[in-house]
């Protein structure tokens, strides 16, 4: 390290609070309550901000935060991260992580080292492993150690990592503003084909269905027990883990969109009897009945034989002359987009996709030949797209690296920035 800085302990410069920890009930408006998914990477997000009222938290408990404090996450994946609290942004309070308030140092300084690879990865990181979650309490940080130059070389080190982090961080949000529209773009593509067609100069009818509107004279409109049998996986029993006839299923987790995880997959007995009701055969569409509901793939046979549990159902056609798989996916991903099944599911509670519900949900249907067409035009424009979603997506990856490289080449002196000076703007 450069010969004027030393190496000092971090709760010699500054001192560690604890949050308020559980906190009261959630208000729709109040004051501010600093969570860990507000927190990235130096800065706040306000992205899933909650308020609390402080009337309703015991004042010994309550953990004001000013400008310059830092709060830095105590657990989960982000364990470490931390964001500093920028002037003018309160009233705000501590949730359930740690706040560091600076006394002898430049808090922004000390903000920009806590993200050089020196803490969070050669010590934060070795700390917060040790658990068996990932955790770090006070002491664990405190003991942290910093390299830490003269106040003025702070300063520029700061000054320069604003101007050349602020660079950076607008490059990125171009590329996220750019995965958005992207995203926006495949999402219209695939919504118009499979309700309007691909013949711009159809002829069209009324659908009778409010949200699909329009459709071409020639598609059936029909519910979608009508083309395709539904039914939902077995229910999972801890009695059926072990017998003589255990075969591998799939969960909800294990069907994303236009993806199936087969890999360490679980198994439940299941009798010869079940094969026919529970089992899978290539061309089956599995529709996730919780979470993300709606979310499909096709099971394409990658394993001889295969099941599923009941978080999930099964599509398979009444007709392979009638209907292709490939089209009544590309209609479940358009209706999941859309908020059909969610808004279907009421959102007063969890969100589940009944097979009573799914059943009853009423789509338009070309004939086979042209669901065929439709679909092989669809996989070529969305694949082209999602090249461009990667691409935009190693962006950002690259940028974020070189913000990563730029902060810890500063904070530990490898690259000397006391003569910094902002390019001269252009007027």
Same mark, same amino acid.
């Given at each position: 390290?450069?010969?004027?800085?030393?190496?000092?302990?971090?709760?010699?410069?500054?001192?560690?609070?604890?949050?308020?920890?559980?906190?009261?009930?959630?208000?729709?408006?109040?004051?501010?309550?600093?969570?860990?998914?507000? %927190?990235?990477?130096?800065?706040?997000?306000?992205?899933?901000?909650?308020?609390?009222? /402080?009337?309703?938290?015991?004042?010994?408990?309550?953990?004001?935060? +000013?400008?310059?404090?830092? %709060?830095?996450?105590?657990?989960?994946?982000?364990?470490?991260?931390?964001?500093?609290?920028?002037?003018?942004?309160?009233?705000?309070?501590?949730?359930?992580?740690?706040?560091?308030?600076?006394?002898?140092?430049?808090?922004?300084?000390?903000?920009?080292?806590?993200?050089?690879?020196?803490?969070?990865?050669?010590?934060? +990181? =070795?700390?917060?492993?040790?658990?068996?979650?990932?955790?770090?309490?006070?002491?664990?940080?405190?003991?942290?150690?910093? $390299?830490?130059?003269?106040?003025?070389?702070?300063?520029?080190?700061?000054?320069? =990592?604003?101007?050349?982090?602020?660079?950076?961080?607008?490059?990125?949000?171009?590329?996220?503003? $750019?995965?958005?529209?992207?995203?926006?773009?495949?999402?219209? %593509?695939?919504?118009?084909?499979?309700?309007?067609?691909?013949?711009?100069?159809?002829?069209?009818?009324?659908?009778?269905?409010?949200?699909?509107?329009?459709?071409?004279?020639?598609?059936?409109?029909?519910?979608?027990?009508?083309?395709?049998?539904? $039914?939902?996986?077995?229910?999972?029993?801890?009695?059926?883990?072990?017998?003589?006839?255990?075969?591998?299923?799939?969960?909800?987790?294990?069907?994303?969109?236009?993806?199936?995880?087969?890999?360490? $997959?679980?198994?439940?007995?299941?009798? +010869?009897?079940?094969?026919?009701?529970?089992?899978?055969?290539?061309?089956?569409?599995?529709?996730?009945?919780?979470?993300?509901?709606?979310?499909?793939?096709?099971?394409?046979?990658?394993?001889?034989?295969?099941?599923?549990?009941?978080?999930?159902?099964?599509?398979?056609?009444?007709?392979?002359?009638?209907?292709?798989?490939?089209?009544?996916? =590309?209609?479940?991903?358009?209706?999941?987009?859309?908020?059909?099944?969610?808004?279907?599911?009421?959102?007063?509670?969890?969100?589940?996709?009944?097979? +009573?519900?799914?059943?009853?949900?009423?789509?338009?249907?070309? /004939?086979?030949?042209?669901?065929?067409?439709?679909?092989?035009?669809?996989?070529?424009?969305?694949?082209?797209?999602?090249?461009?979603?990667?691409?935009?997506?190693?962006?950002?990856?690259?940028?974020?690296?070189?913000?990563?490289?730029?902060?810890?080449?500063?904070?530990?002196?490898?690259?000397?920035?006391?003569?910094?000076?902002?390019?001269?703007?252009?007027?």
């Amino acid at each position: 390290m450069p010969e004027q800085w030393e190496m000092i302990q971090l709760k010699r410069i500054g001192s560690i609070r604890y949050g308020i920890g559980e906190p009261p009930e959630y208000v729709d408006e109040g004051t501010r309550l600093i969570r860990a998914t507000n %927190v990235r990477a130096g800065n706040l997000s306000d992205a899933g901000m909650v308020y609390v009222n /402080p009337a309703d938290i015991p004042p010994q408990r309550i953990l004001w935060l +000013e400008g310059g404090d830092i %709060v830095i996450v105590r657990s989960s994946a982000y364990t470490g991260d931390s964001a500093i609290i920028p002037l003018g942004y309160g009233p705000c309070i501590a949730g359930f992580d740690m706040v560091l308030k600076i006394h002898a140092s430049r808090p922004n300084y000390v903000q920009y080292a806590l993200l050089g690879a020196y803490v969070k990865d050669y010590q934060i +990181e =070795l700390k917060r492993m040790r658990a068996a979650q990932p955790h770090l309490n006070a002491e664990e940080l405190g003991g942290c150690l910093f $390299l830490m130059p003269p106040p003025t070389e702070q300063s520029a080190i700061v000054n320069f =990592l604003d101007h050349e982090t602020a660079k950076i961080d607008a490059l990125i949000a171009e590329q996220q503003r $750019l995965i958005e529209l992207l995203q926006e773009k495949r999402q219209a %593509v695939i919504s118009h084909a499979v309700t309007k067609g691909l013949n711009s100069d159809a002829p069209m009818k009324d659908s009778g269905v409010e949200w699909l509107g329009e459709v071409p004279a020639h598609w059936e409109v029909a519910a979608l027990n009508y083309r395709y049998e539904v $039914l939902l996986g077995k229910m999972l029993d801890d009695k059926q883990i072990s017998g003589d006839h255990l075969q591998p299923y799939l969960r909800n987790t294990d069907v994303q969109w236009d993806k199936i995880n087969v890999e360490d $997959l679980p198994a439940m007995d299941f009798e +010869e009897s079940e094969y026919d009701r529970y089992g899978l055969k290539p061309g089956d569409l599995l529709v996730c009945e919780g979470g993300e509901v709606g979310r499909s793939a096709i099971w394409i046979g990658k394993l001889e034989m295969c099941f599923y549990q009941k978080a999930l159902h099964r599509l398979r056609p009444r007709s392979q002359f009638r209907d292709h798989p490939r089209f009544q996916y =590309l209609l479940m991903r358009m209706a999941t987009a859309t908020d059909i099944f969610s808004s279907a599911s009421g959102k007063a509670t969890i969100a589940h996709l009944t097979a +009573e519900s799914l059943r009853k949900h009423r789509f338009a249907y070309p /004939p086979l030949d042209e669901q065929v067409k439709i679909a092989k035009f669809l996989d070529k424009m969305t694949s082209r797209l999602q090249l461009l979603i990667e691409a935009a997506t190693t962006a950002i990856s690259l940028l974020q690296e070189r913000r990563s490289a730029l902060i810890s080449a500063a904070v530990t002196g490898q690259m000397d920035v006391r003569g910094f000076a902002p390019e001269a703007v252009a007027t």
